[in-house]
Each structure stands twice: as C-alpha cells, then as structure tokens.
C-alpha cells in the first residue's frame, strides 16, 4: 500500500510558478507510475500528467503541454510538478495518484486507473 501526501500549493497570480511535491511512503514507491489530476469546483477531475516508473518519461495533458513538467526522485520517494506560466484557469485541486500498471492512451488518463491517491492541494490563480 502507497500513503502520498501533496504540498506545495497556494495562492499565486497569473504568469507565476509553483512546484507542488507528493511524498509517498513505503518502499515500493519506484514501481508506481505516478500520475497528476486536477479538480475545479463543478468540474470533473482532470488529467494532468503521468511519469513512468524508472525511465522518467513522461506524458501531458494539452492544455499544459509546455507550461509543466513532471519529475520524480525515487531515492526521495517523491514525484513533483513544476507549473510555469499559470493561468487562472489553472486553478483547481491538485491530487498525485499512484498506478501499479503499465498503460497506455486512454487508459493513462483515467483517474478509475490509479489505485491510491493523496489528499490534494489547492492551486488558485489570481488576475
């Protein structure tokens, strides 16, 4: 079992940066790949971002193709997403997941894919 707990969210205004952490316990963290969502009020959570295992590749969402980047430092047990260039409609609730199994397309993308997640933190930009 994999506990993960986000930081590093806050208020920030349009155009700045934030890097959010997810620490996860255990010691199986490095064969997880690991994912990134987003939630606004009223909205369905959304894809962000996925890194795999041990290779580091990743893989994200248009809408922040070129503005985040994923990484993660297994010796850390920690996956981050630097935010560059934010955009008010960036702003959301934040959860990493955690997904014991290869995958592809679609099935990347979907939250039913990912079989823990943190608590979430929340990212607001302001004008």
């Known amino acids: 079992q994999v506990q993960l707990v986000e930081s590093g969210g806050g208020l920030v205004q349009a155009g700045g940066s934030l890097t959010l952490s997810c620490a996860a316990s255990g010691r199986t963290f490095s064969s997880y790949y690991m994912g990134w969502f987003r939630q606004a009020p009223g909205k369905e959570r959304e894809f962000v971002g996925r890194i795999s295992r041990s290779t580091g590749g990743t893989y994200l969402a248009d809408s922040v193709k070129g503005r985040f980047t994923c990484s993660r430092n297994n010796a850390k047990n920690t996956v981050y997403l630097q935010m560059n260039s934010l955009k008010i409609e960036d702003t959301a609730v934040y959860y990493c997941?955690?997904?014991?199994?290869?995958?592809?397309?679609?099935?990347?993308?979907?939250?039913?894919?990912?079989?823990?997640w943190g608590q979430g933190t929340q990212v607001t930009v302001s004008s």
């Open positions: 997941a955690a997904d014991g199994s290869p995958r592809s397309g679609p099935e990347s993308r979907s939250p039913n894919s990912y079989d823990y």
